[in-house]
């Protein structure tokens, strides 16, 4: 502590030591600046703040930790390219939805001049209002200020295996008329069933 001291050389015992106690004491308080600089380390309880200081211009709290530090990360690519379609396409990346951007020249029959239509897949997040109110606020933030939003389509992709089977029953029947001369004579009709199965 001697080391870091601004006392003069003649500084008696009472000031030098009255010098050392506030900085040991200001060295055990733990200070986290670059941790709470960086989106990966900074506790969850700040990140509002940081996410205010990135300039995140649509922000919920519903959000996970891993969507909110995505956020935050891609906050500084989508302010570079603001006003495109790779700056709507990277802001919704960072929330876990997969973007395709239809403009009003390449979709079938063309629509109106300057408007476009969003394909959006949004992959493991829930449909909830507040989630799509928070996605269209990001697609009104970032796209350009001539384009406007005609249609929204969602699409949810889910993998899984579709079973199905079929089973077909047929009998034959078979009438004979009595015999009243042949006592003993039995006749027997038989039916079938099968079964198909198709895994598709």
Partial sequence: MSERTLLPC?????????DITPAVALDSIPHYVRETANADTIPAILLPWLAWAQRVEVWDSTWSDEQKRAVIKSSFAVHRKKGTIGAVKSALAALGVSLTVVEWFNDTPQREPYTFRLVADPGDNALRPA??????????????????????DIQKRSSCEVFSSAVVLFSVGINIPEAPEVDEAT??????????GVRI
Avoid at 131 to 152: D, P, Q, Y
Avoid at 187 to 196: E, P, S, T
């Fill in 10 to 18: 003649n500084a008696s015992a009472l000031e030098r030591a009255l």
């Fill in 131 to 152: 989630f799509w109110n928070s996605l269209l606020a990001i697609v009104e933030r970032t796209k350009n200020a001539r384009s406007h939003m005609g249609v929204t």
């Fill in 187 to 196: 006749y027997h009709a038989g039916g079938m069933a099968y079964g198909i």
